[in-house]
Structures are given as structure tokens and as C-alpha cells.
């Protein structure tokens, strides 16, 4: 393991952090060598710790920390939207259309840009990769390479200032305050060679702007203008409006999902699950599992989860055009569940109160028990001495088979000899434990001495294990009850 800091030069200075996402790699032979290749085994903290961040912005220098071009598309295509919605009417072909359009070019997104290339979560023929080249395209969220860097930051670095749209810095941040501002810190590290060496991607990111044009605006009105007419209608609503709402359904995965919602896998970071993020992501809103499973080419595991993306990659498959869909092994997910099962009950068992521990409480004698069976009502039962003062009234069987026992071992009686009591009579009578009979373990049962209340315990793995029998027999001391 080494120790050392990176060298200075990858040491971030203002001045490099923009432009903000392009990878710098390293060739070596002709080949684009995995930019995380030389990072120190203290990368992460090194960097969090020594990175230098870009100024504060304030009233004088807002203007030069802006990300106009950013800001432009992100504003000027929403006003186009809604001029359009004021003075345009809405043909019902044109808001059919735009609706198909939007959930094309999301799926180009979502089932290219994010479960293809940012996680290789499944091979895609040609045919299948220029199509969501093309459909991602006419997202317009940057090309394939830049979006995949940024996105594996995310998931490595995830809610630390490596990672590009930290949940840690708000809502309204991570949702579109990052592409508005120039990013304070440098993203971490993330290797995309393998997107350098894919044909699509290379195409992709060399004829992006003719392809942003074209999918983006060009198309969507075409087909609207050359098939029932309406070209302005095409231009507002299936280009405009649904480019709008494509943003920010994307937006949504990094804002909503690391906020609303539960964590059913694991809750060390931010990603959750909740539905109504699926439904405004074409799925992408069981964020949780995501991040705990991000090679998995589903988001939702159950069957009536929406995931439209899912679907469209099973359909892919079924149809040949996509194969080795990857699946987590369902073993190691239902791991996950269930560890956060048991932290819910784990609270839950804390909010209760149980039977005094065991090395809480004094080893009486037989004779001592007689003896201060004398002075208060005292009662044996499977080893413990319990003294049931305050409830010998609340007795349902009556507060004379209770006071018929003082001073004996009724443990015959209560364990069916005279009533087969229930666990909850187990449970209250533990409650009343005030000491352990020295030898009085002769019954040698761990259902008559441990409540069942406390058969099954969730214990951390540094926790002493449940009391037991077999220590109750091993102090000889004596004293008084408690
Ligand atoms: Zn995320
Ligand atoms: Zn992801």
C-alpha cells in the first residue's frame, strides 16, 4: 500500500477545473491508458483534503463563474415552451408525437448513455448503439464520453466533492445548479477508455453538434411538419417542451432519487427508491439499489415496479439486439434487504425494555430465597427468583395461586403443570427477575429461563451473545436480592 501524494502535477488548480468533465488521458503505445491507472492508494482523501476549490461566488464575480452556454440551453428552451403552450395550438398528432419523441430520445439516455455505456450493464449490436447514439443525441445532455465521466465520478465519489452533482450540496444543486455554475471542485478521477475505443461513442462525440441539431430540433419537427403539417407545433412542443421535460426527468435521477424515498438496500449514502422518481425518470428511480448494484440492468427488481427501461432492454434482448444483460445475484441483493430489515428492527427491539441481564442480577441460596421469601412475596421460577409484589392483584387466575407459591419453585406450575402460560406471561414475568437461585437450573431448559421475547435478538457482531443457561451455574456468590 503506498502512502505517498500525488505528484504536483495532479494536484488541482483553479485554472484547471474547467472545462469541467473532459477527461485527460494518458497514451501509452498508441492506446488511451484508464485515466485512474497512477492514482495513489490515498487518492480519494488526498484529493478531498488538498484539492483547491474555485472562489465563492459573489455580487462581482457571479458573471465569470456562470456556465453561459449551459445556462442558455437551459433557459432559452423552456421560453420557447412556453410561448409555444401561450400561442401555438396543440395538435393532438403534434402532443402524440412529442410524447413518443420524449420517451425515444429518454430511453436514449437511460438505456444508452446510462445502463450501456456509463455501466456496461449489457452488450448492444450496432444497429442498437447508433440508435440510442442518435436518441441520446436528441436529449441534449453532452455527448456520450462526457456524460459517462461524470457519471462514473458520481457513482465512485458518491455525496463528496468528487462527485460532480454531490447530494450533499442541496436539492436545487445537484438537480441543475452544477451545469449552471463552473464547478467548485474538479470531479474525481473516472476511467472511460473503453468508450475511447467504441466506434459509436467516437462517432457520436465528433459529429455532436450536427447531431444535437438534428435530433434535438430538426427531426422532431420534420416528422411533425412533413406528416399531418404542423411544422411550428413540431418545432415547440415535440422539440422544445419535450427537450425541457427530457432535462429534467434526467435531472430528477440526481436530485430527486438521492433525496425522496426509502433506502431497502443500503442507506450509507443518499440514493433512495421511490416510485413517483421511476415515473418521472422512465424508471430510473430505484436509485438505492442502483448504487448498491450498478452493473445490474434493471433499476426495479420486482415485476410491477415501473421500469420502462428495463423493458425496453428485455425487448432488445428478445428481439437480438442486445445479449448479456447483466443481473446481480439475487443471494448478495437479498443480503442487502435484509441487513436493512434488521437495522429497522434493531430500532425497534432498543425502543423496548427486557429482563435485567443476567450478571445485573445476585446468585441467591436456597435458604437465603426462604428466608427473604418471609419478607416479600417471592416466587421460583425456571432458575430466577421474581418478586411478584405489584402483581399478585393483577393475577388473572387469581391472587391465591399466586400467594400459594411464596416462598416455592413454581416452575412446574407455570409451565403447564397448573397453566401452560402464554409468551406474553413469560415475557411480563422476566420483567419481575430480581435474582438467580444458586443450583437452581436443574430444569436445564433455555425456553424455561430465556423470555421468548428474547430467543431471537438482533445483536451487533461485537455484542456478548444471549444469556444461557449454562452461566447461570457458574457464581458462587451470594447476596441479597436486588
Ligand atoms: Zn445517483
Ligand atoms: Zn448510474
Redesign the pocket.
Known sequence: MSSTAPSPQNTTRPETITPPLTPKPAVKDGKEEPADINIPDNYVSWTLKNQTSRPPITWDNWWQEMNWLNLSILTITPVIALWGAFYVKLRWETFVWSVFYYYVTGLGITAGYHRLWSHRSYNASKPLQYFLAMAGAGAVEGSIKWWSRG?RA??RY?DTDLDP?N?HKGLLYSHIGWMLVKPRHKPGVADVSDLSRNEVVRWQHRWYLHLIIGFGFLFPTAVAGFCWGDWLGGYVFAGAARLCFVHHSTFC??SL??YLGESPFDDKH??RDHVLTALVTIGEGY?NF??QFPMDFRNAIKWYQYDPTKWFISVCEFLGLATHLKVFPENEVRKGQLTMELKRLRKAQEGLLFAPDLDELPVISWDSFREQAERRPLVVIGGFIHDVGHFMDEHPGGRHLVAKNIGRDATTAFFGGVYDHSNAAHNLLSMMRVGILHGGMQHGLDDKSVPPSQRLRIARYNESGLPSASSLSSSDSEGLLI
Open positions: 457519471h458520481h457513482h458518491t452533482y447530494a435521477v440526481n432519487a438521492h443518499t440514493p436509485h442502483h448504487h
